[in-house]
């Protein structure tokens, strides 16, 4: 298993400019994430999905879209970007268990940088 | 609001010198509280799920504790290998969004 995979490593964005991150995972999980992390302020939410079709926002959504046409896949949206999401992006998925909760497996991150 | 402190922000120990870091938090209804690992340039790692007041894991030389306001990492006779950002996590009941809410992490340097 390759477990969470995400691409690219490394993006360098203008103000304005759009992109998307990619990420894949193989270990048929229902529930997959997207934080993003920033210096002293540990990750937050972005966007999270619940299975193919259902997504929904987490605590900082603005700024970005998402999608979730297959199980494998949960690819994040920046729709004009800004030097405020200049970040490192964490891609997590986790088995869904009802009342206890899996562990949610990270993939390895994008460092992005908006100029 | 759920919040995660974690102390000291930044550990330095001496090979074979245990100690322990804190994670303390507010929840409204605790479903868990997590602990995980992050090397520099690395996704989180994931340690240890704690569920309820009194819960211990161990794994190697960590060991985990849970109580109703904080949890613990302990760290017997560290190596350098264990040179990290340890980052504490909780996840309310209350919730569908499964979110963690995670706290800002605590860097240890272990020195041979």
């Known amino acids: 298993n390759a477990g969470v995979t995400q691409t690219p490593k490394f993006q360098v964005l203008k103000t304005g400019q759009s992109m998307t991150l990619q990420c894949a995972q193989d270990?048929?999980?229902?529930?997959m994430s997207w934080y993003r992390q920033d210096p002293g302020m540990g990750l937050r939410l972005i966007h999270y999905?619940?299975?193919?079709?259902?997504?929904d926002q987490g605590e900082v959504p603005n700024g970005y879209n998402v999608s979730r046409s297959t199980t494998e896949d949960f690819p994040l949206r920046l729709l004009s970007a800004a030097p405020s999401q200049t970040s490192v992006y964490f891609c997590?998925?986790?088995?869904?268990?009802?009342?206890?909760?899996?562990?949610?497996?990270f993939g390895p991150g994008t460092r992005l940088t908006v100029t | 609001e759920d919040q995660v402190t974690q102390s000291p922000e930044a550990l330095r120990l001496q090979e074979g010198e245990s100690s322990s870091l804190n994670c303390s938090y507010t929840?409204?209804?605790?479903?868990?509280l997590f602990w995980y690992r992050q090397d520099p340039g690395k996704g989180p790692e994931f340690l240890f799920t704690?569920?309820?007041a009194g819960e211990e894991k161990e794994k190697e030389r960590l060991k985990a504790t849970l109580t109703k306001k904080e949890s613990f990492l302990h760290i017997t006779a560290p190596k350098p290998e264990d040179s990290a950002t340890y980052l504490c996590?909780?996840?309310?009941?209350?919730?569908?969004?499964?979110?963690?809410?995670f706290g800002s992490g605590t860097r240890l340097q272990v020195q041979p």
């Open positions: 996590a909780v996840q309310a009941q209350d919730t569908g969004r499964r979110a963690l809410t």
């Open positions: 999905s619940v299975g193919a079709g259902i997504t």
């Open positions: 929840v409204s209804g605790l479903r868990g």
């Open positions: 270990m048929n999980h229902e529930y």
């Open positions: 997590a998925s986790s088995a869904l268990a009802g009342v206890r909760y899996y562990e949610q497996y």
């Open positions: 704690l569920y309820s």
